[in-house]
């Protein structure tokens, strides 16, 4: 399985970018994206930004990917995961 995670765009070279990933910057390729901005968000995968993508999107995918990791953890530790306060 591949994974393409967002990242957002806060410095553009010629053909290259810094995306801020959670915290972790990293450079990309730009090939597949001319014309990206700084403050737009991509998917990064295998060094590349693949295309742009909607902030809501974005963060969307990283609350999902937080939450899956949280369980996978949760489960590993044989725990359970809290009920928000007053119930879902």
């Not at 014309?35 to 609350?63: K, M, N, P, Y």
């Not at 949280?70 to 044989?78: I, P, S, T, V, Y």
């Given at each position: 399985?591949?994974?393409?995670?967002?990242?957002?765009?806060?410095?553009?070279?010629?053909?290259?970018?810094?995306v801020d990933?959670?915290?972790n910057?990293?450079?990309?390729?730009?090939?597949?994206?001319?014309g990206?901005?700084?403050?737009?968000w991509?998917?990064?995968?295998?060094?590349?930004?693949?295309t742009?993508?909607r902030?809501?999107?974005?963060?969307?995918?990283?609350?999902y990917?937080?939450?899956?990791?949280e369980?996978?953890?949760?489960?590993?530790?044989?725990?359970?995961?809290?009920?928000?306060?007053?119930?879902?």
């Amino acid at each position: 399985m591949c994974l393409a995670v967002p990242g957002k765009v806060v410095e553009v070279g010629e053909e290259s970018a810094t995306v801020d990933l959670q915290g972790n910057r990293l450079s990309v390729n730009t090939v597949l994206t001319p014309g990206v901005r700084s403050g737009q968000w991509v998917l990064v995968h295998a060094g590349f930004a693949i295309t742009t993508i909607r902030e809501r999107d974005a963060l969307e995918t990283w609350d999902y990917l937080r939450a899956t990791d949280e369980a996978r953890l949760l489960d590993e530790a044989g725990l359970e995961r809290a009920e928000p306060e007053g119930g879902r």
